[in-house]
């Protein structure tokens, strides 16, 4: 681990302000996806601004009897928040698939929708990859190489990573927001299908925050109620990422939404692929996964997308 500074800070916008005067400094929240990058020298910030004295970890009621969930909430209480269980029971499920329950007591909102890619040549400073390195080259795309677990749809070719996080894929299900404050103290509001952005030629991009933008909030709109549930297919049920997860929202006359995790560089929803649901599994991912662009070794997550939603669907 690389040496860097250290600062701790207590109010949101002072906070950002300070991100974006020091070039290379990162936030740290649970530190469950940074310290590990650091450790391994992918991430090596110069300046480390501890944020968890911002006081940004509560659950409150909004005025249109949606939630907002301070960025510090932690998975853990999250999950386990009455209101959530009750009205948002998709994102408790999502949750508890994502990690185990040390990570999940340490693991925070906003950093959640901010963690990395698991690509393993991401992880591996010996291999090519334009996200950490841009220019480098993508070695998940080169001959023979590993990717199973990679990205079908959204991706480019400078890069097939995909995101990892079961949180958002339920929170774009739910058609959660995001709320920011700038470097400059104003404030913004960011739609979670904006958040992430798809690779294109600059991989290393991975959101449309600003530099030294801060998220402090996520606010979820009033209950839609319905039908929730959350399937995570994973090579191994001990906390492994997704090869494909969905989240299903679906209500009495069979209307809903379907969101996927696994296939992508972000949560992956369409407004086309939603209307199709009455019509079942195979005409919601005809939708949903058109111009999928697999490779030879990941091309089965088309297939297993399907077939989960169709399972899904069955259920009693």
């Known amino acids: 681990m690389k040496a860097f500074s250290y600062e701790k800070m207590t109010d949101p916008a002072k906070a950002a302000a300070r991100a974006?005067?020091?070039?290379?400094?990162?936030?740290?929240?649970?530190g469950t996806n940074l310290l590990d990058l650091m450790k391994l020298e992918i991430e090596a910030p110069v300046h480390i601004i501890d944020v968890n004295g911002l006081g940004l970890d509560e659950i409150t009621e909004t005025e249109d009897g949606g939630l907002r969930i301070g960025t510090l909430v932690t998975n853990t209480a999250l999950s386990a928040d009455q209101r959530i269980r009750r009205d948002y029971p998709l994102l408790t499920r999502a949750i508890a698939a994502g990690a185990s329950g040390q990570l999940r007591n340490k693991a925070t909102t906003g950093?959640?929708?901010?963690?990395?890619?698991?690509?393993?040549?991401?992880?591996?400073?010996?291999?090519?990859?334009?996200?950490?390195?841009?220019?480098?080259?993508?070695?998940?795309?080169?001959?023979?190489?590993?990717?199973?677990?990679?990205?079908?749809?959204?991706?480019?070719?400078?890069c097939i990573a995909t995101h990892p996080s079961d949180m958002a894929v339920a929170m774009r299900a739910l058609d959660a927001t995001v709320e920011t404050v700038t470097p400059t103290g104003m404030t913004r509001r960011i739609a979670l299908e904006d958040l992430h952005v798809l690779p294109g030629d600059t991989p290393d991009k991975e959101t449309s925050l600003l530099p030294g933008e801060l998220i402090t909030a996520v606010t979820l709109p009033a209950p839609v109620g319905g039908e929730q549930k959350y399937h995570k297919v994973r090579d191994r049920a001990s906390y492994a990422f997704a090869l494909v997860s969905v989240a299903l929202i679906r209500q009495p006359d069979g209307s809903g939404r379907v969101?996927?995790?696994?296939?992508?560089?972000?949560?992956?929803?369409?407004?086309?692929?939603?209307?199709?649901?009455?019509?079942?599994?195979?005409?919601?991912?005809?939708?949903?996964?058109?111009?999928?662009?697999?490779?030879?070794?990941?091309?089965?997550?088309?297939?297993?997308a399907e077939r989960t939603l169709a399972a899904m669907l069955a259920e009693e």
């Open 111 to 158: 950093g959640n929708l901010l963690q990395r890619t698991r690509c393993p040549y991401f992880y591996d400073p010996a291999q090519p990859c334009n996200k950490r390195e841009p220019g480098s080259g993508c070695a998940a795309l080169s001959e023979g190489a590993f990717s199973r677990q990679l990205g079908i749809i959204g991706t480019s070719d400078s």
């Open 259 to 304: 969101a996927l995790g696994g296939v992508a560089p972000k949560p992956w929803r369409s407004p086309e692929a939603d209307a199709e649901l009455p019509n079942g599994a195979r005409a919601v991912m005809a939708k949903l996964l058109d111009g999928a662009r697999p490779t030879e070794e990941n091309a089965f997550k088309i297939t297993l």
């Open 20 to 30: 974006a005067e020091v070039e290379g400094a990162k936030f740290l929240a649970g």
